[in-house]
């Protein structure tokens, strides 16, 4: 009588499991349904195409100085800003001092340069940075500084992103 209903409870923890990876999995796609972006070269041209999240963002997995990253996309965001924690995984170092306008106020940040950004085969050295020590989250704002090298197109839920 025990085993079995050790085996039934085994049973319900084992669906449990099974239901908290898949359910994980699906909402990480739905967060960023770019996590392998595809890209394609037509001679000296490299293209991707981004699909936009349900909240109307367009993230995207990459890459900073070899290290896996997930990109926010940020028009809005003068260079590539990364978080104090990242920063010191990366062994960045904090250059300038300087000041930030943020959707938070005023703050203050340091410049870095980044050898290597990459999203898919696009992929650009000495890169321009911030360091945001109040930077929550681990997404990294890929902004201006990485995204006006590059032809961007949008319409409709796709953003296709250029490099020439």
């Given at each position: ?7 039934i409870v085994g049973a319900w923890v084992g669906l ?54 997930t990109f926010l996309l940020d028009t809005g965001a ?87």
């Open positions: 009588m025990r085993v079995g209903k050790g085996m449990l499991a099974i239901l908290t990876l898949f359910f994980n999995a699906y909402l990480e796609r739905q967060n960023n349904p770019n996590t392998n972006p595809v890209t394609s070269a037509a001679g000296l041209v490299t293209e991707m195409v981004l699909q936009r999240n349900r909240a109307g963002h367009y993230v995207a997995s990459g890459r900073i100085n070899g290290r896996k990253v003068t260079d590539v800003v990364v978080s104090d924690e990242l920063a010191d995984d990366l062994g960045l170092r904090r250059g300038m001092r300087m000041t930030s306008k943020t959707a938070n106020g005023v703050v203050s940040a340091w410049r870095t340069q980044l050898s290597d950004v990459s999203l898919g085969d696009i992929s650009l050295q000495n890169v321009r940075a911030s360091i945001l020590p109040g930077l929550q989250g681990d997404e990294v704002l890929l902004g201006m500084s990485f995204l006006q090298q590059l032809e961007m197109v949008q319409r409709g839920k796709h953003l296709l992103l250029r490099q020439h």
